[in-house]
T-cell receptor
Framework: DQQVKQNSPSLSVQEGRISILNCDYT??????FLWYKKYPAEGPTFLIS?????DKNEDGRFTVFLNKSAKHLSLHIVPSQPGDSAVYFC??????????FGAGTTVTVRA | DGGITQSPKYLFRKEGQNVTLSCEQN?????MYWYRQDPGQGLRLIYY???????QKGDIAEGYSVSREKKESFPLTVTSAQKNPTAFYLC??????????FGSGTRLTVV
């Protein structure tokens, strides 16, 4: 039973525009959420995270929004750059226990 | 530089053979994890260890075995009991917070 879902397998966006990636979760006990970026044949690298006590966290071009009542989070990338083309995984954790990952969204930034 | 080293990067296994994937970290992290990635799916947890000489099964442990004799090392053995071992395997470690660090992965192919 997948507890973290990324329903959009792919996203194509023009360079300079906003990329919005969505993630839904089912376990209300999750207290920490993370986004990872992954290039082919490499391990995921940490991008940004948010605690369940917050509803927004910003780091440069990346902002994560959390809506606990809807069990939904999103990642905004503004402006999108060609180097942002990668697979993005949403992950969630409960009590710093173990990470549950979504299936990933492949982002393609067009020049 | 501190990090996680996975070896080999590519591994081929014949039907019925056991193979061992290496994972070494010099980050002084207590916890280590093994994930498996299949196309179109998120990372699924195979085994994890929160301390030396102790480990627990993850969500898909059948056909796999691990050991944690040293803090730095967490090898994964893919046994002949694993019916569909072809996948991309990722090792990760974590410090006391949510700081997961991933290795660059091993791609295992059954021939």
């Amino acid at each position: 039973d997948q507890q973290v879902k990324q329903n959009s397998p792919s996203l194509s966006v023009q360079e300079g525009r906003i990329s919005i990636l969505n993630c839904d979760y089912t376990n209300s006990m999750f207290d920490y959420f993370l986004w990872y970026k992954k290039y082919p044949a490499e391990g995921p690298t940490f991008l940004i995270s948010i605690s369940s006590i917050k509803d927004k966290n910003e780091d440069g071009r990346f902002t994560v929004f959390l809506n606990k009542s809807a069990k939904h989070l999103s990642l905004h990338i503004v402006p999108s750059q060609p180097g942002d083309s990668a697979v993005y995984f949403c992950a969630a954790s409960r009590n710093d226990y173990k990470l549950s990952f979504g299936a990933g969204t492949t982002v393609t930034v067009r020049a | 530089d501190g990090g996680i080293t996975q070896s080999p990067k590519y591994l081929f296994r014949k039907e019925g053979q056991n193979v061992t994937l290496s994972c070494e970290q010099n980050l002084n992290h207590d916890a280590m994890y093994w994930y498996r990635q299949d196309p179109g799916q998120g990372l699924r947890l195979i085994y994890y260890s929160q301390i030396v000489n102790d480990f627990q099964k993850g969500d898909i442990a059948e056909g796999y075995s691990v050991s944690r004799e040293k803090k730095e090392s967490f090898p994964l053995t893919v046994t002949s009991a694993q019916k569909n071992p072809t996948a991309f395997y990722l090792c990760a470690s974590k410090d006391g917070n949510y700081g997961y660090t991933f290795g660059s992965g091993t791609r295992l192919t059954v021939v």
